[in-house]
């Protein structure tokens, strides 16, 4: 069974940043790809960044490209996503999740078969 737990939420000023963490157990975390969602109340989930498992590629939403970051640490068996320049549309529960090991919809949430509980960012103006 695989266990994601992310941390490193709170509140943050609007302009401010957050680095997210996510902490996966297991010995094959180096074999998967990974991905950050939100959830912001009342509206669906949503596809923020995700990463290869060599970490050799990324991928982001519109919406994050150039202020947010997702990087890995494999013998850390965590996932990273640094967000900068916050604004208060980016208020959510963010979830990390664990892709397949070649991943080919980076944004589809049927790609991740695991999911942790969530850790809350709020933004305020």
């Known amino acids: 069974q695989v266990q994601l737990v992310e941390s490193g939420g709170g509140l943050v000023q609007a302009g401010g940043s957050l680095r997210l963490s996510c902490a996966a157990s297991?010995?094959?975390?180096?074999?998967?790809?990974m991905g950050w969602f939100r959830q912001a109340p009342g509206k669906e989930r949503e596809f923020v960044a995700a990463?290869?498992?060599?970490?050799?590629?990324?991928y982001y939403a519109d919406s994050v490209k150039g202020r947010f970051t997702i990087s890995r640490d494999n013998a850390e068996n965590t996932v990273y996503l640094q967000m900068n320049s916050l604004k208060p549309e980016d208020t959510a529960n963010y979830y990390c999740?664990?892709?397949?090991?070649?991943?080919?919809?980076?944004?589809?949430?049927?790609?991740?078969?695991?999911w942790g509980q969530g850790t809350q960012v709020t933004v305020s103006s």
């Open positions: 297991g010995r094959t975390f180096s074999s998967y790809a």
């Open positions: 999740a664990r892709g397949p090991a070649r991943l080919r919809s980076p944004s589809r949430e049927y790609e991740y078969d695991y």
């Open positions: 990463i290869t498992w060599s970490g050799g590629t990324t």
